[in-house]
């Protein structure tokens, strides 16, 4: 099993930054290789993937949308995601997700292809 907690939402204004954390724990974490993703949710709208990091050599995957003002990052056994410059459109509950395979940080995450998640972290961005 593999339990993912998340931390750091809150509430910012336009053009401000959050770094979100999702410490990662369970008794096959260590010995894997994995796919960490964050995700993004406002209600009635679909899940969307934010960014990807390959555990295994550091690769990164992002959407179009936040290339240049997120970066994703690991140390052991966290993954974070810094935010820059939030737009108020960013306001939503950000997720993180794992996968113990590659080919789930190829693209972009899909929400399909991840297994394991956390229960979410709340980012509200005021204008």
């Known amino acids: 099993q593999v339990q993912l907690v998340e931390s750091g939402g809150g509430s910012v204004q336009a053009g401000g930054s959050l770094r979100l954390s999702c410490a990662a724990s369970g008794h096959t974490w260590n010995s894997n290789t994995k796919c960490m993703a964050w ?17 295994g050599d550091g690769s990164t995957v992002y959407a179009d949308s936040v290339k240049g003002r997120f970066t994703i990052s690991q140390d052991k056994n966290t993954v974070y995601l810094q935010m820059n410059s939030l737009k108020p459109e960013e306001t939503a509950m950000y997720y993180c997700a ?3 395979t590659r080919w789930a940080c190829r693209e972009k995450p899909r929400r399909d292809e991840f297994n394991y998640w956390g229960q979410g972290t709340q980012v509200t961005v005021s204008s």
């Open 39 to 55: 995700f993004r949710q406002v209600p009635g709208k679909e899940r969307e993937g934010v960014a990807g990091i390959y555990t």
């Open 98 to 100: 794992a996968d113990f």
